[in-house]
């Protein structure tokens, strides 16, 4: 089995330099979700972790065969709202550039976005823009696709276990603004929360060491978007493994 | 599809900028043109108000702004913002000239008057042209063969601005900037308002061009002569193959008729022009207008009665012109025949803030924007997006709303 990833940058699912991946605190607790899966960890694996920067995803997704995107009430019905396409057009290219690598194993392509991030500045729906993800890898015939779009950004996890010590977190998904430039914006609150909590700031290292300690724990964090990563990859082991065909 | 055999030469000058005061909803308006540019908004929010602006422009240059208000039906009254208690309006063209540079033309007019009351044209500080309190001052020509005119007394009445009362034999006197900005405001064409009753009507004056909805066309295409219009032919027949001639001849009294030749199963057939389909009728009158001169040309809704298949070769035609070009559209279609890089330089969106103002920013200096354009269209981009909640992203990057 192998996992390709594309993320935002170095402090969610992490980024590449020379060819050589440094993984992220997302990809690590990701990594970390598998592992109790299948009992082994993807990312210490040599061949079984894969990472595809936004400039390259870009670059592909300029040349796709155009799929029929003129909008209409069928195309939103089929997963074309507004403020979408951006995540449709990403994961169609996640899944081209898996495709052009002619893996020799199933591949799980896992693309995160943050739902409110440069693209979007706020506007659109988590929900929709998950669907838009997923239908780009419907629209691709790939079954191994995890739609990760956090809401409103990874930032929003971490502070859930940090700051919130696991309890009501889905509250920080409804209320939190993903613009870092607005006053208390979420990455103004890890950094605060990092600092009184653990005398750090909210660089990659930090938290992937946070994370490494298990003081980040995915499984304990409950939060919509984060749960929907979660179940996601249990669907496409088990469609890997031959457990249970996918919908 | 390129149609890129054009052998026309540019003007040498383009609109760069325009800063305009209460022209309509235009108050403390900004905007900035590149050579082809592409108007872009949800409806009401001023796209044709800035077409218009900027014909009102050339019509100060061409005097007789009555007349030009007759034409649109309009009253000395409308011109002037509802928006503000001010009656002038003031405005500042910034036109770029090949080896002059920056010259900006700024001016004060007054709708009572039907004249500018104030205008100054200016390379840096060297102030070309100045008109005010009804006196002239012309800067003397770059080879010093001309002395200055100074606080010459206007003793005449005139309409628009003074420079339309100033011949070319004078003008070419002075500075060459003077005479350059001015044929360059004769020859911008607006076409805002196309329609196929007018494009069809048969005519008999070409002077000034294709008028607003299209009259005048038929004349325009006889005056071209038959050299030039076999080359439109040529073009159109690659999305035309039927099309075999363009015919305009004279009638009785000057009147111009327009008919096509249709060649199907080896028999050719003519049709009048009232039998001809809109969207050819548009096609000829783009490309009659661009044969005509080499001015800035305006369209406003050029996706009006143009098939899909034929907006490509529109597009295409009008980004790789010589002539500056500003048009306006609703269509994603249209947006997505856009290259990236032009699209970049010249798209503008155009929305009105809570104060009913119009405002502008090239569209892709938006963040979300320019991201969505990595991994889509122009059009995909445009239509994808929320643009009622656009407006609170160009508000975060500081595009503040002017006060009245």
Request: hydrophobic share 40%; with cysteine; net charge negative.
């Amino acid at each position: 089995m192998i996992i390709v990833f594309s993320g935002e940058g170095p402090t969610d699912l992490g980024s590449t330099y020379a060819g050589t991946f440094s993984p992220g605190p997302v990809a690590l607790m990701i990594n970390r979700w598998i592992f109790k899966r299948i009992g082994y960890s993807l990312l210490e694996t040599n061949g079984a972790n894969y990472y595809v920067c936004k400039a390259t995803l870009a670059d592909i997704a300029k040349q796709l065969p155009r799929a029929a995107l003129l909008r209409g009430k069928k195309a939103d019905r089929g997963g074309l709202s507004l403020e979408t396409r951006y995540y449709f057009q990403n994961a169609r290219a996640l899944v081209a550039w898996i495709r052009e690598q002619r893996l020799e194993q199933p591949a799980i392509a896992l693309l995160f976005r943050d739902a409110d991030g440069t693209a979007s500045a706020g506007r659109g729906e988590w929900e929709h823009k998950v669907n838009s993800v997923i239908h780009g890898f419907h629209f691709e015939n790939y079954p191994y696709g995890v739609a990760a779009i956090a809401k409103p950004k990874s930032e929003a996890w971490f502070l859930c276990a940090v700051r919130y010590n696991y309890a009501n977190c889905q509250s920080i998904e409804a209320s939190s603004s993903g613009n870092d430039a607005s006053p208390n914006s979420l990455k103004q609150q890890l950094e605060a929360a990092m600092h009184q909590r653990f005398g750090c700031g909210c660089s990659r290292d930090d938290l992937n060491q946070i994370v490494s300690d298990g003081l980040i724990d995915e499984q304990e964090i409950d939060m919509q978007s984060l749960n929907l990563v979660k179940s996601q990859c249990n669907d496409v082991v088990d469609l890997i493994f031959g457990i249970s065909p996918r919908a | 599809m390129p149609v890129s055999n054009c052998v026309e030469v540019g003007s040498g000058i383009q609109l760069t900028k325009l800063h305009v005061e209460n022209f309509k909803s235009l108050v403390n308006f900004d905007i900035s043109f590149s050579k082809f540019s592409c108007l872009i908004g949800l409806n009401g929010s001023g796209k044709t108000t800035v077409l218009q602006f900027i014909d009102f422009l050339s019509q100060l240059s061409k005097g007789d702004t009555l007349d030009w208000l007759k034409t649109r039906q309009w009253s000395s009254s409308d011109l002037h913002s509802k928006l503000t208690s001010q009656r002038l309006i003031k405005f500042s063209a910034t036109f770029l000239l090949d080896e002059i540079g920056q010259v900006i033309w700024e001016a004060t007019f007054n709708p009572d008057l039907s004249r500018c009351t104030y205008e100054r044209i200016s390379i840096d500080k060297l102030i070309l042209m100045l008109a005010e309190e009804k006196k002239l001052s012309l800067h003397k020509n770059v080879d010093n063969s001309v002395p200055p005119i100074q606080n010459y007394p206007i003793i005449f009445d005139y309409q628009g601005s003074v420079i339309s009362q100033l011949g070319h034999d004078l003008l070419g006197n002075f500075h060459p900037a003077l005479l350059k900005v001015k044929e360059f405001l004769l020859k911008t064409h607006s076409l805002e308002l196309l329609s196929p009753a007018f494009l069809r009507r048969r005519s008999r004056n070409s002077e000034g061009g294709i008028g607003y909805g299209g009259e005048q066309m038929t004349a325009v295409l006889y005056g071209l002569g038959r050299s030039k219009r076999n080359e439109i032919l040529a073009k159109l027949k690659t999305v035309y193959p039927y099309l075999q001639e363009i015919d305009v001849s004279q009638l009785q009294a000057g009147w111009k008729k327009l008919s096509v030749v249709e060649e199907y199963s080896s028999k050719k057939y003519s049709f009048e022009s009232k039998h001809v389909n809109d969207g050819l009728l548009r096609l000829l009158a783009v490309f009659a207008q661009l044969k005509y001169d080499d001015g800035f040309v305006l369209f406003d809704e050029i996706e009006n009665g143009i098939n899909p298949e034929l907006i490509e070769f529109v597009i295409d035609l009008l980004v790789e012109s010589p002539h500056q070009v500003l048009a306006s559209t609703h269509s994603p279609i249209v947006l997505n025949y856009i290259e990236d890089n032009v699209a970049i330089e010249g798209l503008i969106y155009i929305y009105k803030g809570q104060n009913g103002f119009t405002r502008s920013i090239p569209f892709f200096s938006i963040p979300s924007m320019n991201e969505k354009l990595s991994v889509m269209g122009p059009g995909d981009v445009y239509q994808d997006t929320s643009l009622v909640e656009l407006q609170e992203e160009i508000i975060s990057l500081g595009y503040l709303e002017p006060h009245q």
